[in-house]
């Protein structure tokens, strides 16, 4: 009987285990831990990737947004307008930086609802958080326009949208300040552990970034910020290095898994799969789904040897962490009902066809009952 994992990550670390432990002895042996020669190299790697000009690299994703915030010197008494559903690190970086995150409600492609952002600006608005949820880009452009209008910074929570595009083929992160990477381990580009990264065109914006990961300096003991300890670990940087270059071909096999799905549901009533935004070119970190009796669906899919996750069961406004918060347990028109509908399909490289085919005839099956 095939049981079909939510993800193996063992399968694309296989062939890069031995190689990579290798170099790692090397960085062993020339005892080079912190900020080495394979962190930069790294860090330009990926810039050159992103077609930005500079990358930072820190220690998870959340850190990436909070050095944006502090580099544009965001903090006590601003607010920053993110999307409600959303995974918490995008609010808990705002408030860590010492701002107020303002929820807006997501649109029908999961991603945050434009034409409800003017709504929540105010005068201590200072940016526009978008984050490209589930592998697609937000309407980037759209938010632009916005953010001129106001007069506030455009950040990109790019956590799960390594190598997406729009259909003019920008690049993540070629229409904001700047964008935050995460490297968790079940990213489409994930570590060995925990990463993160920012891109940026800005030559200003990188020098003070590369900063506040390192404690508010670039010179041993010379502190010019107040920053504090985010660096990425040299292991992390030699496995995400070698990972890079097999990136483009992963994200291809996702495409391909999630075309298999929009044909495989297409007619099924009791289904509503995911749609792409204005032809964007989405990288499928995950395929999610909307179902009306979740509980007893993901039961019988689990029944069925199928694993299955939520992203996400709570709204960010409905968590306890923001119980303080103005929007606490407010409803939303989108984001509320996804809460309650949203299920997430098994999706990752070297998922055999055999595995596919086992998720299609099973989700077929069992919403149907």
């Known amino acids: ?25 090397k960085v062993v ?7 080495n020669d394979e962190i930069k190299d790294f860090e ?8 930005q000009n500079y990358a930072v690299s820190c220690a998870n994703g959340t850190d990436a947004l909070e050095i944006i915030l502090r580099s544009l010197n965001i903090g006590k008494n601003d607010e920053v307008i ?3 559903n959303s995974f918490i690190a995008t609010a808990i970086a705002v408030s860590k930086a010492g701002a107020t995150p303002i929820f807006v409600d997501n649109d029908e492609f999961y991603l945050i609802d434009t034409t409800k952002i003017e709504n929540a600006i105010t005068s201590k608005s200072k940016a ?5 949820l589930y592998g697609q880009m937000a309407d980037l452009i759209e938010i632009n326009k916005i953010a001129k209008k106001n007069k506030l910074h455009v950040i990109e929570d790019a956590a ?7 259909k003019k083929n920008i690049n993540v992160g070629d229409l904001s300040t700047a964008a935050a990477y995460s490297f968790y381990p079940g990213k489409n580009l994930g570590a060995w552990g925990d990463g993160g990264m920012v891109t940026t065109n800005s030559k200003s914006l990188y020098s003070k970034m590369l900063k506040i990961r390192n404690y508010g300096s ?22 995400l290095s070698k990972k890079l270059k097999k990136l483009n071909s ?3 096999e996702r495409r391909f898994i999630a075309e298999q799905y929009n044909n495989a549901f297409a007619d099924n009533k009791k289904i509503q799969i995911p749609e792409t935004f204005d032809e964007n070119l989405h990288v499928w970190h995950l395929y999610v789904i909307q179902v009306s009796n979740r509980n007893a669906f993901m039961d019988d899919l689990e029944k069925n040897n199928v694993q299955s996750i939520i992203h996400y069961p709570i709204p960010i406004n409905q968590q306890k962490a923001y119980k303080a918060h103005k929007l606490f347990n407010n409803k939303f028109e989108k984001s509320t009902p996804y809460a309650k509908r949203i299920v997430s399909l098994p999706i990752f490289p070297e998922m055999t066809k055999k595995e596919i085919n086992k998720v299609i005839d099973v989700v077929n099956k069992v919403s149907k009952k």
């Open 44 to 51: 330009n790697e990926y810039a050159s990737y992103s077609g």
């Open 82 to 84: 993110i999307p409600n």
């Open 250 to 252: 992963w994200n291809d």
């Open 160 to 166: 799960q949208s390594h190598g997406a595009k729009n």
């Open 29 to 35: 042996l020339k005892s080079g831990f912190v900020l």
């Open 1 to 25: 009987m095939t049981n079909v994992p939510f993800n193996d990550l063992s399968r694309i670390h296989k062939p890069i285990l031995e190689e990579s432990l290798r170099d790692f002895k």
């Open 218 to 239: 670039t010179k041993k003991y010379v502190h010019d910020e107040m920053g504090f300890n985010s660096r990425l670990q040299p292991i992390q940087g030699i496995v």
């Open 128 to 132: 526009i958080i978008a984050v490209n």
